[in-house]
């Protein structure tokens, strides 16, 4: 595989877009066009040198060796996707965070934590309709209780997600 020889997008100086946002992630199609994931820009290279992918939709005038700065790549052969027609995604911390937009249940700030709605000492289990995001403080402060004992009303209603809900995060 040739060295293209860069580490980043900003080592090129193409840390940002036409629209201010940077250029980290790219997309991955698969070949008919339907959305799969998105990967960092230095796998989607990876991805374009293998001859797994090619640019759909490029950063114009920006050039990385022979390729234009891709925002969107297709998978030259049709990746099977039967996992994303299931009942939906398995629950995991992160996929909560994403989900929630990385904002508090509780008081709306920044999120760095996952609450249980019913806590987990009291039979509450790792679900998608059992957990929010929550800052610190508002875990701290609902402890081992439910939001109706400690007072603290959901801004939201918790949800499974779709895949293809958490792919667009």
């Known amino acids: 595989m040739p060295d293209i020889g860069f580490d980043s997008p900003q080592s090129l100086g193409l840390?940002?877009?036409?629209?201010?946002?940077?250029?980290?992630?790219?997309?991955?199609?698969?070949?008919?066009?339907?959305?799969l994931h998105r990967v960092s820009l230095r796998h989607a290279i990876r991805m374009l040198c293998r001859q797994v992918a090619v640019v759909h939709e490029a950063e114009p005038d920006i050039r990385l060796g022979i390729w234009p700065l891709p925002r969107v790549v297709r998978l030259v052969q049709y990746v099977v996707t039967r996992w994303r027609y299931t009942g939906g995604p398995s629950?995991?911390?992160?996929?909560?965070?994403?989900?929630?937009?990385?904002?508090?249940?509780?008081?709306?700030?920044?999120?760095?934590?996952?609450?249980?709605?019913?806590?987990?000492?009291?039979?509450?289990?790792?679900?998608?309709?059992n957990t929010v995001a929550a800052c610190g403080g508002c875990n701290q402060r609902k402890g081992d209780r439910t939001p109706a004992e400690a007072r603290m009303p959901l801004r939201t209603t918790p949800h499974a997600p779709t895949w293809a809900a958490l792919a667009t995060r």
């Open 15 to 35: 840390h940002h877009n036409e629209g201010g946002e940077p250029v980290e992630h790219v997309l991955v199609l698969n070949a008919d066009l339907g959305p």
């Open 91 to 129: 629950w995991s911390r992160p996929g909560v965070m994403a989900r929630d937009g990385r904002r508090c249940g509780y008081c709306g700030g920044v999120a760095t934590t996952v609450d249980h709605i019913l806590p987990r000492a009291r039979g509450g289990k790792n679900t998608w309709l």
